[in-house]
């Protein structure tokens, strides 16, 4: 295990529903992602948040709706997706000290989410 | 533009065998990069990691090299397991920039006994 957390490890919902994925890590780190993984393509940032401060949102849709309330979790509230929004969802944890040459981003088990 | 491609796309080897994975980047600065080993509808866990001055690095059975100049790495299997299976994925860290990881499309590698 790396450290991260994810839950849950499955999700199926519908178009018109509202869930939360949710990410926990206890390694002390200062930084957490969401990256979703399409099948066949790569892992696309969605985005990051330092010492609980989102400093990235790589022009993600407003259906998806990203919380920090502190630094070893992290939401990703999903409401009014589209099937095209099935995916793997992965979240990651580093300790980011500024200008870190050798963070390492530890990645949680992911999110299998089917939308229908 | 910042890029990363990894070749092959999919590689299948009898266990036992060796094989070479590759990764090409664009990215600029260059931070570091590393191999990561992501197993079916499991995160990824890293493998190894080569920052500028690194030529190789060695994991066990796998061996990383790093060419800044031609800003091309490779990965090493050594007599390959059947645990190998996996697909592996090149990330490149761009310089001094928090979250910017530029990741590659992965080499889905199957090991057949």
């Known amino acids: 295990e790396t450290g991260v957390t994810q839950t849950p490890r499955h999700l199926v919902m519908g178009m018109t529903n509202k869930k939360s994925l949710k990410c926990e890590q206890h390694l002390g780190h200062n930084a957490m992602y969401w990256y979703k993984q399409s099948a066949k393509k790569p892992l696309e940032l969605m985005f990051v948040?330092?010492?609980?401060?989102?400093?990235e949102n790589n022009s993600v849709p407003s259906r998806f709706s990203p919380e920090c309330p502190n630094s070893s979790h992290l939401f990703l509230h999903l409401h009014t997706l589209q099937p095209e929004d099935s995916a793997l969802y992965l979240c990651a944890s580093s300790q980011d000290p500024g200008r870190g040459m050798n963070t390492e981003a530890f990645f949680g088990q992911g999110t299998r989410l089917t939308v229908v | 533009k910042n890029q990363v491609e990894q070749s092959p796309q999919s590689l299948i080897i009898l266990e036992g065998k060796n094989c070479t994975l590759q990764c090409n980047y664009t990215v600029s600065p260059f931070s570091n990069l590393r191999w990561y080993k992501q197993d079916t509808g499991r995160g990824p866990v890293s493998l190894t990691i080569m920052t500028f001055s690194e030529n190789t690095k060695s994991n066990g059975r796998y061996t990383a090299t790093l060419d800044a100049d031609t800003k091309q790495s490779s990965l090493h299997i050594t007599a390959s397991q059947l645990s190998d299976s996996a697909s592996y994925i090149c990330?490149?860290?761009?310089?001094?920039?928090?979250?910017?990881?530029?990741f590659g499309r992965g080499t889905q590698l199957t090991v057949w006994p």
């Open positions: 990330v490149v860290r761009r310089g001094s920039t928090l979250g910017r990881l530029y």
């Open positions: 948040y330092s010492l609980e401060e989102r400093v």
